[in-house]
């Protein structure tokens, strides 16, 4: 009775389509809510090390002297904890994966400095 089972399912697979996909050929669409990366917007970085101190894998490092915010995704957990913690929302959680490598990376991201006569200039019009 066994056999029986294992050869309805055999035939069955022949006439509907695979369960699998090839890869890196093919990707599926990432549905709603899927954690995939961290993605940083720097212009909105004041890298306040929030993210850093909060991350439980200890994957994030904030250099403020050289204004330099670094991951490692294949360290990264995904627990999405940076995101919340960031205070200026500059973080987020972008739903595709993380592109394929043959060895372990780092993404660097160089902050740029704020203007601050622009800012002031912001504020005196704002009044």
């Known amino acids: 009775m066994g056999s029986f089972h294992l050869g309805a399912m055999t035939?069955?697979?022949l006439f509907k389509k695979p369960e699998t996909l090839c890869y890196p050929a093919q990707t599926k669409t990432p549905y709603a809510g899927q954690k995939g990366h961290i993605v940083n917007?720097?212009?909105g970085c004041i890298l306040c090390a929030k993210c850093q101190k909060t991350c439980p894998c200890h994957c994030i490092t904030v250099d403020k002297a050289a204004r330099t915010w670094t991951i490692q995704p294949y360290m990264c957990v995904q627990c999405?904890?940076?995101v919340a913690a960031c205070p200026t929302h500059c973080l987020s959680m972008d739903p595709s994966p993380?592109?394929?490598a043959t060895q372990k990376s780092e993404?660097?991201?160089?902050?740029?400095?704020?203007d601050k006569d622009a800012d002031a200039d912001a504020e005196k019009a704002a009044s």
Do not use: N, Q
């Open 41 to 43: 917007d720097v212009a």
């Open 11 to 13: 035939l069955r697979s």
């Open 80 to 82: 999405g904890s940076c």
């Open 98 to 100: 993380t592109s394929i």
């Open 107 to 114: 993404v660097v991201c160089a902050v740029p400095e704020k």
